[in-house]
């Protein structure tokens, strides 16, 4: 170790190498070099590294979140319309192309500066307010309130749309 450091006898780790039949390892390892070239295999130490990190854990920024949330609200929008085709003549413009455009302008920045990071942010909740308030519109139009959206965007093979009818629902009472 070291700075000639010791660890304890009683070191959780200690203890579990204790248990590993390490001469078993030493010699299947040994026996997969030759003879004549090299160092000889029994001088040295074996080691054995059981590191594991998980390669899809992802670390949400701000930005990231309020895209998910914009794209959470146009499928609620997407469902709630559906309810209601025959009492409006349109349904509610998004802007997805142009918020899905903004996001991934400043998310494949490598290192944004300040300033393009909270004007996203701004454009991102400017986004979701808008879809909010279509939200809010249709409801009072009659359409029935959401419950549950959908996060995974293809549940089971079928697509985001098609999940959206199965979601509970429940009549909204204001």
């Not at 070099?33 to 040295?44: E, I, L, V």
């Not at 594991?52 to 895209?67: G, Q, S």
């Amino acid at each position: 170790m070291p700075f000639g450091g010791k660890l304890s006898g009683e070191n959780r780790w200690i203890r579990l190498s204790e248990l590993v039949p390490w001469e078993t390892f030493e010699s299947e390892y040994a026996e997969q070099f030759s003879q004549g070239q090299g160092a000889p295999a029994n001088q040295g130490k074996f080691l054995l590294d059981a590191t594991v990190a998980p390669a899809d854990i992802r670390y949400p920024t701000d930005i990231k979140l309020l895209n998910e949330a914009r794209e959470q609200t146009e499928i609620a929008i997407d469902a709630l319309y559906k309810q209601v085709k025959e009492q409006l003549p349109k349904k509610p413009r998004t802007y997805r192309r142009g918020a899905r455009t903004a996001y991934l302008q400043i998310a494949k920045q490598r290192k944004p500066n300040r300033k393009k990071i909270r004007k996203a942010l701004r454009q991102q909740l400017a986004y979701v307010r808008r879809n909010l308030a279509h939200i809010d519109s249709l409801i009072a139009a009659g359409a029935i309130q959401l419950l549950e959206v959908a996060i995974d965007p293809n549940v089971d093979g079928k697509s985001k749309l098609d999940h959206v009818s199965e979601m509970k629902c429940a009549p909204f009472v204001g």
